[in-house]
């Protein structure tokens, strides 16, 4: 009777031996990837488990139970990242392990361009085939509510910058981390402002700036331009800037602006009404942001757009040079 306990122990151990020899030597044999297969992606929520099943699909590994094991004992397989992931070489189990747990993910990019409008951007959204679209059917007000800004208006609450995101990032989520980078540039200029700027608010700054940033396409002007409206609102003179106008106007812009374009009052004709238009009128970047709140002293009230196609403008003092200035670029008189 011991005899055949020791032969089954003896079996026992032999058996073991070769299942950790087999689990080893899977360990360290690399898995053969072909350029087709280097683009592996972990979807949100997979756990270890569904992740060697899935490699086994692929046709990778041929022995997803090891994979599992390992990523278990190492205590790893918890921190596996969704993504899509670029696999290098031929790497070992554990050496892929490790690749799915750094998180350097494929990265697409998405840009919000200076001077955009939401609607605008709604639209490179659309456009952007690496994006997950999921606003296609929702409203302006719909979007707000499922990024947590309930009752805010879109215009202007997305910093314009370059992002890179990870496949599977949705629309929404674009949108929300744009408006976090906005937040966060928005209060660090604000914390550091001028102390004598006549605004209120985070929000009015950033109303003025994206007037700055649609008035000029020249990034040395924005600082004095944006002087020259502190000094139009410290005198209580009305803004008269063509964008605000423009903005107001919606979808009936044409690409011209006309006298009775000018005297139709709207909540945006700054030209009709005092003080900042309700909303900001674009996206903007920092240094729009940076300019109203660093604004150059001045005593220009006016300026006027060259016609020499530098997209620089003419400033002035009074209303006469500024009239001068008007017939010079803009009526060639």
């Known amino acids: 009777m011991w005899r055949l306990l020791i032969f089954i122990v003896v079996l026992g151990l032999v058996a073991a031996g070769?299942?950790?020899?087999?689990?080893?030597?899977?360990?360290?044999?690399?898995?053969?990837?072909?350029?087709?297969?280097?683009?592996?992606?972990?979807?949100?929520?997979?756990?270890?488990?569904?992740?060697?099943?899935?490699?086994?699909?692929?046709?990778?590994?041929?022995?997803?139970?090891?994979?599992?094991?390992?990523?278990?004992?190492?205590?790893?397989?918890?921190?596996?990242?969704?993504?899509?992931?670029?696999?290098?070489?031929?790497?070992?189990?554990?050496?892929?392990?490790?690749?799915?747990?750094?998180?350097?993910?494929?990265?697409?990019?998405?840009?919000?361009?200076?001077?955009?409008?939401?609607?605008?951007?709604?639209?490179?959204?659309?456009?952007?085939?690496?994006?997950?679209?999921?606003?296609?059917?929702?409203?302006?007000?719909?979007?707000?509510?499922?990024?947590?800004?309930?009752?805010?208006?879109?215009e202007g609450l997305f910093f314009s910058d370059t992002y890179r995101f990870p496949k599977n990032t949705t629309d929404l989520d674009f949108l929300k981390r744009a408006n976090d980078l906005l937040q966060k540039v928005l209060n660090e200029e604000w914390a550091n402002r001028d102390p004598d700027i006549p605004l209120k608010t985070p929000y009015e700054a950033l109303i003025l700036a994206s007037i700055v940033e649609k008035e000029t396409a020249a990034p040395e002007e924005r600082p004095l331009i944006a002087g020259v409206f502190m000094s139009r609102l410290k005198i209580k003179m009305r803004l008269q800037t063509d964008p605000t106008v423009i903005y107001g106007m919606g979808d009936a812009y044409d690409g011209n602006i006309r006298r009775k374009d000018l005297t139709t009052d709207t909540p945006y004709n700054t030209y009709t009404r005092a003080g900042l238009p309700p909303t900001p009128i674009s996206m903007v970047g920092r240094e729009a942001i940076h300019a109203v709140m660093h604004p150059e002293a001045t005593t220009k009230l006016y300026f006027v757009a060259r016609s020499d196609g530098t997209g620089t403008h003419q400033f002035s003092e009074t209303i006469e040079q500024h009239n001068a200035a008007v017939r010079k670029y803009q009526l060639k008189r």
């Open 18 to 154: 070769l299942v950790f020899a087999d689990y080893k030597r899977t360990l360290n044999e690399p898995i053969q990837f072909d350029d087709s297969q280097r683009a592996f992606t972990v979807q949100k929520g997979w756990s270890s488990k569904r992740v060697a099943n899935e490699l086994e699909k692929a046709g990778l590994i041929d022995k997803p139970h090891w994979f599992y094991v390992y990523a278990r004992m190492s205590e790893k397989g918890v921190g596996i990242k969704s993504g899509e992931f670029n696999i290098v070489g031929n790497p070992t189990i554990p050496e892929l392990i490790d690749v799915f747990v750094g998180g350097q993910t494929v990265q697409y990019s998405g840009s919000i361009i200076e001077g955009s409008t939401f609607k605008q951007i709604r639209a490179r959204l659309a456009a952007n085939d690496e994006l997950v679209q999921t606003m296609t059917d929702m409203s302006d007000e719909q979007i707000m509510d499922a990024i947590g800004l309930s009752g805010q208006h879109p």
